[in-house]
């Protein structure tokens, strides 16, 4: 057997659908009177809204006006700290400046006297070789000239 010949006729399905009709009529379609609960519910709810929202809007209001009070007042505070600070910070500002003028002076002073007191330290040296050596050739000569001597008075030849 095919799956085909165990179809199932009902018949025709129109009083079908008139009886569904006719329940949905009887329940459901009741337009008249559920617009006229709607609209009316509606009106009441716009009212109660529109006062809810006129308290809601002046409370809103209140606040607002005593938000934008507090953070004047607190602009108003603020700038006069700030005031305080830039004109500490100024002051930080030219006593610093001050003081690396003055380390500058002193830096350079002291850069000065160092070239100073390497030039002096380089003619001291200059000054002891130049006396060491003069003293060295003096030595030189005196033992030069008794060797000389001597060599003369024992006869020795080099």
């Not at 030039?119 to 001291?124: A, M, S, T, V």
Request: charged share 30%; hydrophobic share 30%; no cysteine.
């Amino acid at each position: 057997m095919n799956t085909k010949d165990k179809r199932v006729n009902f018949g025709s399905m129109e009083p079908l659908i008139r009886d569904i009709g006719t329940v949905y009529e009887f329940y459901f379609d009741q337009n008249t009177f559920i617009e006229a609960e709607i609209k009316t519910f509606l009106k009441e709810f716009e009212t109660k809204r529109g006062d809810r929202d006129l308290a809601s809007l002046s409370q809103q209001t209140i606040n607002a006006n005593n938000t934008i009070a507090n953070i004047n007042r607190s602009l108003y505070h603020s700038n006069q700290f700030f005031e305080n600070i830039n004109n500490n910070l100024n002051q930080i500002n030219s006593k610093i400046s001050d003081q690396v003028e003055k380390e500058s002076i002193h830096q350079e002073q002291r850069n000065s006297d160092r070239l100073n007191k390497f030039e002096l330290e380089l003619l001291e040296k200059k000054s002891i070789e130049d006396s060491f050596n003069q003293r060295k050739s003096q030595i030189e000569n005196d033992f030069n000239e008794k060797a000389s001597t001597l060599r003369d008075k024992y006869q020795i030849v080099l």
